[in-house]
């Protein structure tokens, strides 16, 4: 992403997991976990949504960890239809997290999914996720778990891949308020800028 990024490998639960870390100028005010799309249509850590979303959160002074799931660019192991991406997940958040700072997970389509499904394992524990970031939810292909209230859904209003109507069904329920960007599909072509200062925006009192 960056002159800056740290590119390293840590044991993950189906072998080592290659990650990207990105620390802000000042000392962090927390981990930021940042979810790529999905491994079989060519999702990685450097995907230019992730990449928007670890940007988004170095500004806000997070130390940023983007890590590929298991068969993904230098990252061993096989896909395992999200079961085993989770635990990628929780794996890394494991490893990164620093006791006393705020976590913040997120996600970008597939992404989201197991983002989501990482903070709902460990909503009742004292490792619980304080905020979630869901961009482009995989609401019509995966099992998107519930969210907490502070959690923000951007999703874009022609999106090609996941509908539109397919996340506000699964936010229905919830009464969980969608941001909707108008026009924009799946990948946020030429409105990542819009992306980060909506996620930056999130965070401002």
């Not at 061993?76 to 700072?101: C, F, K, P, S, T």
Request: hydrophobic share 50%.
């Amino acid at each position: 992403m960056n002159a800056h990024t740290q590119r390293l490998q840590m044991a993950g639960p189906a072998g080592a997991l290659a990650l990207a870390i990105d620390e802000p100028a000042q000392p962090p005010c927390g981990v930021a976990v940042v979810c790529h799309p999905h491994p079989l249509h060519g999702g990685t850590l450097d995907n230019k949504v992730a990449q928007t979303l670890a940007r988004a959160f170095v500004q806000l002074g997070f130390r940023v960890v983007r890590f590929n799931f298991r068969g993904v660019g230098g990252s061993e192991g096989h896909w395992d239809e999200g079961r085993g991406e989770v635990e990628d997940a929780l794996a890394v958040i494991a490893a990164h997290r620093q006791a006393g700072q705020p976590l913040v997970l997120a996600g970008f389509s597939f992404g989201a999914y197991v983002a989501s499904q990482a903070a709902h394992r460990l909503k009742d524990s004292p490792d619980a996720v304080q905020r979630l970031v869901l961009v482009g939810p995989a609401t019509s292909n995966f099992d998107v778990a519930p969210v907490a209230a502070n959690t923000l859904v951007i999703h874009g209003e022609a999106d090609e891949v996941v509908p539109l109507s397919a996340t506000l069904a699964w936010a229905r329920p919830q009464v969980h308020p969608v941001v909707v960007v108008p026009g924009v599909g799946h990948f946020f072509h030429g409105q990542l800028a819009l992306l980060k200062s909506l996620v930056v925006a999130a965070w401002q009192p």
